[in-house]
């Protein structure tokens, strides 16, 4: 993990009972929606992007992103429960296909759940994986696997905030790694993390790297958002 804050040492063992019951009580179940600014950086296929973003996210149903370059919108995107739309608005085409696609893609062990716990920064838990926990670089680990993936589980002591989250496939030999950092008080949800650090790699894609740095952030405040597709733009796959 790396992160210029000092987080609370773990020096005792927690039970992973204890450590589950944590994450579960900070999943942030009150909020609904989220609308965020957002720097982003990009880096992967040999080439790397800095960028402005619009995010906003409903509860179990959406997650709409716009990306802007020098003040000019490069991509939008809309991820559901079930499907993923991307428009290219430079080359003018768009992709579209089920969230499978993407979580094949990114090394995804989970589809929405998980994206929408990326958005939260909340831990996705693997229903009926057995996890063991112990201590890890001063932090609370919590660590299983089962037929699918091997899960990884980093935890602050204190305030058992979720630092780090990783997912491993090793007979694809897929991974992806999340961090959350720069924990601030965020007006109707408490101390949020602004920072989210995404790192995967999958033999098709080769490694991803992602940063998200939200700025104005809002909860619970509806939004509306856009998402069509122009008559004349080329679907690619």
Known sequence: MRSSEVPSL??????????????????LKE??????????????????????????WIRDSVVWLTV???GIEAFRALVTRDSVFVLDRLARTYTAGDIE????????????????????????LEPGMQLQSGIKDSLHRLSGNNNRFSADYRIEERSFFLRQETF??????????????QFKKLPGAGMF????RIEAYSPESG???????FTDVEVNVPKSYRFEIPTHYQRTE
């Open 10 to 27: 773990a020096t005792k063992v927690r039970s992973s009972d204890f450590l589950v019951k944590q994450l579960q009580q900070s999943e």
């Open 31 to 56: 909020l609904e929606s989220l609308s965020a600014k957002a720097r982003i950086y990009v880096e992967g296929n040999g080439s790397s992007i800095e960028a402005n973003a619009n995010l906003i």
């Open 68 to 70: 802007k370059k020098l």
């Open 101 to 124: 696609s993407l979580q094949h893609r990114y090394s995804l062990p989970e589809g929405f759940p998980l994206l929408q716990g990326l958005v939260l920064a909340s831990a996705w």
């Open 168 to 181: 491993m496939q090793q007979r694809d030999a897929r991974i992806l790694n999340l961090e959350f950092e």
């Open 193 to 196: 993390p602004y920072l989210r």
């Open 207 to 213: 490694n991803m790297r992602l940063d998200i740095e």
